[in-house]
């Protein structure tokens, strides 16, 4: 079909199924996305369809949108059999009952037929199940098909309906968990690629375009865009035009998506020279360590807020014996304190999406009834935090920074003056940050990083540097 990459069609007939089983009445909305303008109506960003609509329905293609009525055992798909014009411009399209058939059986209905099936299930008193919009336009049609103000459909959305997709999706099967393989393979490439090329005096963004294409010869696109950096302190940098200078660090956060839009989500930190200065060589073990053990703890059962901490106890411990932190390490992690250099969650689920689900709210994915989310600076970040299990697939992605703004407001504030050296600090305040980040799968018997093992350990790194 035109290019468009499904599984087999029972796949998402037997994936409804269970949905239906799980929503006791009504009807079950789902959207999927349409083009959205860039500078011009025309000129539209590239084209993602909506990942709950890609696992229930697999098309990806806009001008759709389905309805599951649970009552009815059904599925309808809502759209149209595409007109000449747009044969002409953007070429023929599967029909409508070809889309229905490859998604795993469905009648189907004309778009402009929603609002009304949805009014009439309304004056019946039946629910409408629906997931809390996160496009505009998708928010106006919803606010315009259920008669809820735009500012009402969030507390609308189907808190029932949301908990069902997270314990569908949070599962991976053994076809979703070939494609997150490839994703990681493709996204290794990427990042094999950016160590090979960087040399001192090339531009940030010339390694940029090398690893995005990359990506796009993988078959897929990006999942979200490139982290690429010296300054790799700063956590989501999308600014590419520094130079690379003798002496920095390299911190590269980027992945590939498969054409099934199954994403990779991978960092690496190489230095821009051939070998880590001893200096950069101790921060990097420390963070190389808390990954490696991190990864090596995962397994069912255990929860995920208690493999961050450890993580935590490790860099507090790793940066003790460098002598820039002091004190108790649990004492000094139970207070937040090493959060000045590990900012940010251990990692995250992910799947057809990098933060995976967060379009459903990261507490149910993360959360759920479990664990109770932490207000505290650092632990407050932590996407996953509830106890792990078989099918589960996650980033394990520790890091240590040195953010100078973040350091002089806390030394100002004197702030966890008892676990921190600020004195010794000073020598740090051009150093950036290292960051190491893996997918893992799972298992009942423990877990698996998939993909090929993309080089991390120092003497690894320096070959590829070398090479
Ligand atoms: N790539 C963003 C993250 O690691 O969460
Ligand atoms: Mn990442
Ligand atoms: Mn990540």
């Given at each position: 079909m035109s290019g468009m990459q499904l599984f087999g069609a029972t796949t998402y007939a037997e994936r409804r199924k269970r949905l239906q089983q799980a929503i006791p009445s009504g009807i079950i909305l789902l959207m999927g996305n349409e083009e959205s303008p860039c500078n011009y109506t025309d000129n539209v960003y590239p084209y993602r369809q909506d990942s709950n609509f890609l696992y229930f329905l697999g098309i990806d293609q806009p001008g759709l949108a389905a309805i599951i009525d649970v009552d009815a055992g059904k599925t309808i798909l809502f759209g149209d059999d595409p007109d000449i014009m747009h044969i002409v411009w953007m070429g023929a399209l599967p029909s409508m009952s070809e889309l229905a058939t490859a998604a795993g059986g469905a009648e189907t209905m004309p778009y402009s037929r929603m609002e009304s099936y949805l009014s009439d299930a309304r004056s019946k008193g039946r629910s409408i199940h629906y997931l809390p919009p996160y496009r505009a336009e998708n928010s106006i049609k919803l606010s315009v098909w259920t008669g809820i103000p735009l500012n009402g459909l969030a507390a609308g959305a189907s808190v029932p309906l949301i908990e069902a997709i997270v314990a569908l999706r949070a599962h991976k099967s053994e076809e979703e968990i070939a494609q997150m393989e490839q994703a990681v393979n493709t996204s290794g490439l990427m990042h094999i690629a950016a160590m090979k090329a960087a040399r001192p005096g090339m531009k940030e963004y010339e390694l940029v375009g090398l690893v995005e294409s990359i990506a796009r010869a993988g078959g897929g696109a990006l999942p979200y865009t490139v982290i690429l950096s010296?300054?790799?302190?700063?956590?989501?940098?999308?600014?590419?035009g520094n130079t690379l200078h003798p002496g920095q660090l390299v911190l590269g956060d980027f992945g590939a998506e498969t054409g099934m839009h199954y994403a990779g989500d991978i960092t690496r930190t190489f230095p821009a020279d051939q070998q880590f200065t001893t200096r950069q060589k101790e921060i990097y073990q420390i963070v190389l360590d808390t990954e490696v053990a991190a990864i090596q703890s995962l397994k069912p059962g255990i929860r995920y807020l208690d493999v961050h901490l450890a993580a935590g106890r490790q860099i507090a411990e790793g940066m003790k014996s460098l002598g820039l932190m002091k004190g108790d390490s649990d004492a000094a992690v139970a207070a937040g304190a090493h959060a000045l250099f590990f900012p940010h969650g251990l990692g995250h689920m992910i799947g057809l999406d990098v933060h995976d689900m967060e379009d459903l709210g990261e507490n149910y994915v993360g959360y759920g009834s479990e664990v109770t989310r932490s207000t505290q600076f650092g632990l407050r970040s932590l996407r996953l935090a509830r106890a792990l299990q078989p099918g589960f697939v996650l980033t394990v992605e520790p890091g240590i920074y040195f953010i100078p703004e973040l350091i002089n407001l806390w030394r100002k504030e004197k702030l966890h003056t008892e676990f921190i050296n600020y004195e010794k600090l000073e020598a740090y305040y051009d150093f950036g940050g290292i960051r190491i980040e893996d997918n893992v799968l799972i298992t009942t018997e423990g877990h698996r990083v998939l993909g090929n093992p993309i080089p991390k350990t120092i003497a690894e790194v320096e070959a590829l540097r070398a090479g």
């Open positions: 010296v300054n790799g302190q700063i956590l989501h940098n999308h600014y590419y």
